[in-house]
């Protein structure tokens, strides 16, 4: 993060706040930085904030994902951002968007599993025929590719990367990645998020408002399944209690969410995605271990050998139950 990035949020997330707050009591602090990571950083400023987006983030796209997390139809659903925009260091695209209280990572009791999935289920079934476009694919699936290719870089000749390329050439090639954005499908096809996680829920208005989804980098046109991915590959790796697991899915085929059309079998849709994320997630923890100079931790050791698990498989496996 550089100091002409964080200057540069800091004037847009004061000139979102002060039309609301102009008597803003948070001009007597610093402005606190909420996230600093290399696709984005978010600075907060009173009742908003303003978020960096990734380098190279595609400007058309970009803009239709910032339209479409506005539109009426996904109120309720998605934290609409404000109308502020601007342009940071290195051509960076800015947005602000207002403050949300986001899940407390000290009190795992209280997230709010059902609330994500009941949610996931609206979006998916949002009609994209009424939303701006064109609408661009849903990123999730391009992220295997570059979770691989940094592990290459970073963490290459680790004995553990050779079961993460062992897993990944077992993926079916539908869910392997490219690198490459997947076509837009010719009907309309799902309104996806593209990167469910806990991070990506907040309370708004605060501090007890609704739950509502952020971050809308990766929105689009997709398989819904990807948006269940992480959790059941959570579930898999044993980091997610099959108690959670199964409020959290019974949540969202109770509301309706198209992604597990047989709830008895959703193992059906849900396999091939989730193994897919755990090939990621264990890419990553390989990445991220060596440049903090250290071994994995538990954690990322479960992934990696969920991920072990996974490379037994046949390449041409398509489903079965949780690896």
């Known amino acids: 993060m550089t100091a002409a990035l964080v200057r540069s949020l800091s004037r847009l997330a004061r000139t979102a706040a002060h039309p609301a707050a102009p008597a803003c009591p948070a001009c007597g602090s610093a402005d606190e ?19 960096a987006h990734a380098p190279g983030t595609e400007a058309g796209p970009h803009t239709v994902r910032l ?8 109120a309720g659903i998605l934290l609409a951002p404000l109308p502020e925009r601007a342009t940071g260091p290195a051509d960076r695209p800015l947005s602000a968007w207002p403050y949300g209280r986001p899940v407390d990572p000290a009190d795992p009791g209280a997230a709010p599993w059902e609330q994500a999935a009941v949610l996931l289920a609206r979006l998916h079934r949002v009609d994209p025929g009424v939303l701006p476009g064109p609408l661009p694919p849903m990123r999730g699936p391009l992220k295997l590719a570059a979770a691989l290719a940094r592990m290459e870089r970073e963490a290459g000749g680790h004995p553990a990367a050779a079961e993460v ?31 469910l996680h806990l991070g990506q829920l907040v309370r708004h208005p605060v501090p007890d408002g609704p739950w509502l989804l952020i971050d809308v980098d990766d929105l689009g046109l997709g398989d819904p399944a990807w948006d269940l991915a992480r959790p059941a ?47 990621q997630t264990a890419a990553l923890a390989l990445a991220r271990a060596a440049a903090a100079g250290r071994e994995p931790d538990e954690v990322e050791r479960a992934v990696l050998d969920a991920c072990a698990r996974i490379g037994t498989l046949a390449p041409e496996l398509e489903r079965g139950t949780p690896s």
Request: with cysteine; net charge positive; aromatic share 6%.
């Open 33 to 51: 930085t909420l996230a600093d990571r290399p696709d984005g950083t978010v600075v907060r400023h009173g009742d908003a904030v303003a978020k």
């Open 67 to 74: 339209a479409v997390a506005g539109h009426p139809a996904l």
């Open 165 to 195: 390329r062992r897993a990944w050439r077992g993926l079916p090639a539908a869910v392997r990645g490219t690198g490459r954005p997947a076509p837009v499908p010719a009907a309309p096809g799902v309104l996806c998020h593209g990167d």
């Open 233 to 279: 590959a959570w579930f898999a790796a044993g980091l997610l209690a099959p108690d959670v697991w199964q409020r959290f899915l019974g949540a969202y085929t109770a509301a309706g969410g198209p992604a597990v059309p047989d709830p008895a079998d959703p193992w059906r849709t849900l396999d091939a995605p989730a193994r897919a994320l755990t090939v």
